[in-house]
């Protein structure tokens, strides 16, 4: 099936989240963005705060927020403190792939806010091994922060028995329009494991999992003990404290770049100081370098495109971009292997390039990629196919 | 008195689960069975499970995921009742005798009928007599005509009948089948609630169990759903978008004052 992009912003339907098209070539992500102009937003904000009320405790926090010190996280902290007056208990998964900046502003966040601030930081050996594995067998050197990410605040949320969890925006929600607006979706388990994580849990990192999976080559020496930050809670020790996870996108009109005029001004929040190399946005990723560095490479090397078009795509739903402009966005950005990322990256895990291009290839989707005089090629939202480098290994299942 | 069921509905389209709204938007939620897993976890009382695919075209989707995507309805039907342990309904696409018979050899517990039904009524009848009218369900969609009557539709809610629900349901019941699933187009999705005189003026014309579908927003529908007259009330996207749906749907079942298992 050819990869076809949405008539009205930038994204391609051979994409990492489940996108689909109307009849009229209009992603899912753009029907729900139109759909948000539609909502009657006092009436979500008053419902907020009654289900807000139910949990607010008398000697206990009100809420859990999971942060990571960006703009989200300091509007969501402003949202629960500042506006609703609430006691919340900060969680963060730290992954040790933080920019200054990015660190900077997580520090600050239990002194402007006044909030107590649970960091969890896994041992650096231990994200070492998962940083590999995770490239290796699912071609994410970022797999271990999804999972630290879904599984730090809950664990933390039922240690000091919290029943509410405040997210900030649902990812594929916003992005791919996964849901609707009038679906009020909350936190499970279901999305954590299949979406976020791929289908992978913490148990396939272990040398009994690699065996498991088939894959014993791979074995770093992981045990259970190792992976215990990423081990998710059962349904029965969750139900006994209820928690949930509610969306604060649900409530408001959410806008990550209103949010980040915000908090600079009013929280002193920083951007990123220095130009990313794979986008032309400042204000998102700053908790993980790589994010916007070879772990969104390797969503170009597997589907053909990455920030630059997410970031577009954004934008344009935004009215801030035309869509000639975010294709410009994609043609400067998508392409580029990040050298000053993947440096610190093959520094840190102790791999050469070779071998890194060697594994990336394993992961190109055939709906994208085709071979043509041992360079890889596809075709491009403006028209006419580019090669985009040498082949260096053939994807795992690859049929020519 | 029977305890009163719950149960979710999921719909299966080019080999992906979707989530729907009035029939027409369909968004892709993810594994077809990953959710059945989750359903055994929580001891849900039944399933019903619909292919509601108009061609034969998969797209696979992205496949660095640890559970490969599987490429025909009849293989998910397998993997289906490999992993489930609740009675299953099996519906969608489902035209002659044979369709039925391969379904319930491969798991499933009943099938649900619809286009079939309809276009070919004696199928209903012979396969009640083949498989006992357990195993026959009938599903029903109602469209809401822009004068305020209603319609059954058939082919996924793209072609009138010129029959009332409550005509079409009495010949549901005099066909044979042992259940009616009762769908309604335009509250697919919308989250706004049953049709609740529906449910009741259809359930009023029949014995036979009818199931509510369409339109659940809140955990709190459910019993409305049963008040105005339905054996078993059913959502499909509610589902997807709560932790633990079962015990949610049920406790405010149960607050309500039906009798579930819990």
Same mark, same amino acid.
């Given at each position: %099936?050819?990869?076809?992009?949405?008539?009205?912003?930038?994204?391609?339907?051979?994409?990492?989240?489940?996108?689909?098209?109307?009849?009229?070539?209009?992603?899912?992500?753009?029907?729900?963005?139109?759909?948000?102009?539609?909502?009657?937003?006092?009436?979500?904000?008053?419902?907020?705060?009654?289900?807000?009320?139910?949990?607010?405790?008398?000697?206990?926090?009100?809420?859990?927020?999971?942060?990571?010190?960006? *703009?989200?996280?300091?509007? =969501?902290?402003?949202?629960?403190?500042?506006?609703?007056?609430?006691?919340? /208990? /900060?969680?963060?998964?730290?992954?040790?792939?933080?920019?200054?900046?990015?660190?900077?502003?997580?520090?600050?966040?239990?002194?402007?806010?006044?909030?107590?601030?649970?960091?969890?930081?896994?041992?650096?050996?231990?994200?070492?091994?998962?940083?590999?594995?995770?490239? *290796?067998?699912?071609?994410?050197?970022?797999?271990?922060?999804?999972?630290?990410?879904?599984?730090?605040?809950? =664990?933390?949320?039922? @240690?000091? *028995?919290?029943?509410?969890?405040?997210?900030?925006?649902?990812?594929?929600?916003?992005?791919?329009?996964?849901?609707?607006?009038?679906?009020?979706?909350?936190?499970?388990?279901?999305?954590?494991?299949?979406?976020?994580?791929?289908?992978?849990?913490?148990?396939?990192?272990?040398?009994?999992?690699?065996?498991? +999976?088939? @894959?014993?080559?791979? *074995?770093?020496?992981?045990?259970?003990?190792?992976?215990?930050?990423?081990?998710?809670?059962?349904?029965?020790?969750?139900?006994?404290?209820?928690?949930?996870?509610?969306?604060?996108?649900?409530?408001?009109?959410?806008?990550?770049?209103?949010?980040?005029? /915000?908090?600079?001004?009013?929280?002193?929040?920083?951007?990123?100081?220095?130009?990313?190399?794979?986008?032309?946005? %400042?204000?998102?990723?700053?908790?993980? %370098?790589?994010?916007?560095?070879?772990?969104?490479? +390797?969503?170009?090397?597997?589907?053909?495109?990455?920030?630059?078009?997410?970031?577009?795509?954004?934008?344009?739903?935004?009215?801030?971009?035309?869509?000639?402009?975010?294709?410009?966005?994609?043609?400067?950005?998508?392409?580029?292997?990040?050298?000053?990322? /993947?440096?610190?990256?093959?520094?840190?895990?102790? %791999?050469?390039?070779?071998?890194?291009?060697?594994?990336?290839?394993?992961?190109?989707?055939?709906?994208?990629?085709?071979?043509?005089?041992?360079?890889?090629?596809?075709?491009?939202?403006?028209?006419?196919?580019?090669?985009?480098?040498?082949?260096?290994?053939?994807?795992?299942?690859?049929?020519? | 008195?029977?305890?009163?069921?719950?149960?979710?509905?999921?719909?299966?389209?080019?080999?992906?689960?979707?989530?729907?709204?009035?029939?027409?938007?369909?968004?892709?939620?993810?594994?077809?069975?990953?959710?059945?897993?989750?359903?055994?976890?929580?001891?849900?009382?039944?399933?019903?499970?619909?292919?509601?695919?108009?061609?034969?075209?998969?797209?696979?989707?992205?496949?660095?995921?640890? #559970?490969?995507?599987?490429?025909?309805?009849? $293989?998910?039907?397998?993997?289906?009742?490999?992993?489930?342990?609740?009675?299953?309904?099996?519906?969608?696409?489902?035209?002659?005798?044979?369709?039925?018979?391969?379904?319930?050899?491969?798991?499933?517990?009943?099938?649900?009928?619809?286009?079939?039904?309809?276009?070919?009524?004696?199928? #209903? $009848?012979?396969?009640?007599?083949?498989?006992?009218?357990?195993?026959?369900?009938?599903?029903?969609? #109602?469209?809401?005509?822009?004068?305020?009557?209603?319609?059954?539709?058939?082919?996924?809610?793209?072609?009138?009948?010129?029959?009332?629900?409550?005509?079409?349901?009495?010949?549901?019941?005099?066909?044979?089948?042992?259940?009616?699933?009762?769908?309604?187009?335009?509250?697919?999705?919308?989250?706004?609630?049953?049709?609740?005189?529906?449910?009741?003026?259809?359930?009023?014309?029949?014995?036979?169990? #009818?199931?509510?579908?369409?339109?659940?927003?809140?955990?709190?529908?459910?019993?409305?759903?049963?008040?105005?007259?339905?054996?078993?009330?059913?959502?499909?996207?509610?589902?997807?978008?709560?932790?633990?749906?079962?015990?949610?749907?049920?406790?405010?079942?149960?607050?309500?004052?039906?009798?579930?298992?819990?």
């Amino acid at each position: %099936m050819a990869v076809r992009y949405c008539t009205r912003c930038v994204y391609p339907s051979a994409a990492a989240t489940p996108l689909t098209f109307d009849e009229a070539g209009v992603c899912s992500g753009c029907r729900v963005a139109l759909q948000k102009t539609q909502i009657q937003w006092d009436e979500r904000w008053k419902m907020f705060e009654e289900l807000v009320s139910e949990y607010r405790s008398p000697n206990n926090y009100d809420i859990v927020i999971p942060v990571s010190g960006g *703009k989200d996280s300091y509007f =969501q902290t402003h949202v629960a403190t500042r506006l609703l007056g609430l006691k919340p /208990l /900060l969680v963060t998964y730290h992954g040790n792939n933080y920019l200054p900046e990015g660190e900077y502003n997580l520090q600050r966040m239990r002194e402007v806010f006044d909030c107590d601030h649970v960091i969890v930081k896994p041992s650096v050996r231990t994200l070492l091994k998962m940083n590999r594995l995770g490239f *290796k067998l699912q071609g994410d050197m970022n797999w271990h922060a999804h999972s630290g990410i879904f599984t730090a605040p809950i =664990q933390v949320a039922l @240690r000091y *028995k919290v029943p509410l969890m405040l997210w900030g925006e649902h990812g594929f929600l916003d992005l791919a329009g996964m849901y609707s607006m009038h679906d009020f979706v909350e936190f499970t388990a279901k999305h954590r494991l299949e979406h976020s994580l791929r289908g992978y849990d913490w148990y396939d990192f272990t040398d009994q999992g690699l065996e498991r +999976l088939g @894959r014993p080559e791979l *074995k770093e020496g992981l045990t259970d003990k190792d992976l215990l930050f990423a081990q998710y809670p059962s349904d029965e020790e969750i139900d006994t404290v209820g928690v949930r996870g509610i969306y604060l996108g649900n409530y408001l009109d959410w806008d990550g770049h209103k949010s980040a005029e /915000l908090v600079m001004k009013e929280y002193g929040w920083r951007p990123a100081q220095q130009p990313f190399e794979r986008t032309y946005r %400042m204000v998102s990723n700053l908790d993980d %370098m790589h994010e916007n560095g070879i772990h969104d490479y +390797l969503k170009f090397v597997k589907f053909g495109y990455g920030r630059g078009s997410d970031h577009a795509c954004k934008d344009i739903r935004a009215g801030r971009m035309t869509r000639a402009e975010g294709i410009a966005m994609v043609r400067k950005y998508d392409h580029v292997k990040p050298r000053r990322d /993947l440096d610190r990256w093959l520094a840190y895990v102790s %791999m050469t390039e070779a071998e890194f291009d060697q594994i990336c290839d394993t992961f190109r989707d055939p709906r994208v990629w085709r071979i043509e005089n041992g360079q890889w090629v596809k075709d491009n939202l403006w028209g006419e196919p580019s090669a985009y480098g040498p082949v260096h290994a053939l994807p795992r299942n690859w049929k020519q | 008195m029977l305890k009163k069921r719950l149960i979710p509905v999921l719909l299966l389209q080019n080999g992906m689960l979707v989530r729907s709204e009035e029939f027409r938007i369909h968004q892709v939620i993810g594994n077809p069975i990953h959710e059945v897993e989750r359903f055994n976890q929580w001891n849900v009382d039944e399933l019903i499970y619909l292919d509601i695919s108009t061609s034969d075209d998969y797209d696979q989707r992205r496949d660095d995921h640890r #559970v490969k995507p599987l490429t025909d309805p009849l $293989t998910i039907l397998d993997a289906v009742s490999r992993t489930c342990f609740m009675p299953l309904t099996w519906g969608g696409r489902i035209r002659t005798l044979d369709d039925i018979r391969e379904r319930l050899l491969r798991g499933a517990d009943k099938v649900a009928l619809n286009t079939a039904a309809f276009q070919t009524p004696w199928i #209903v $009848t012979e396969a009640a007599r083949q498989f006992g009218s357990q195993a026959i369900v009938v599903s029903m969609d #109602v469209f809401q005509l822009p004068d305020g009557r209603q319609e059954v539709y058939i082919e996924g809610g793209r072609l009138p009948t010129g029959l009332t629900p409550e005509m079409w349901a009495a010949e549901i019941e005099r066909l044979g089948a042992g259940e009616i699933l009762l769908q309604h187009v335009q509250r697919d999705g919308t989250a706004r609630g049953y049709d609740l005189d529906l449910i009741s003026s259809v359930s009023s014309c029949t014995s036979i169990p #009818v199931i509510a579908c369409s339109g659940v927003g809140r955990y709190e529908d459910y019993a409305t759903g049963i008040r105005a007259g339905a054996s078993a009330v059913a959502a499909a996207n509610i589902w997807h978008f709560k932790e633990m749906a079962d015990r949610g749907g049920k406790r405010a079942l149960a607050k309500a004052g039906i009798d579930v298992r819990l």
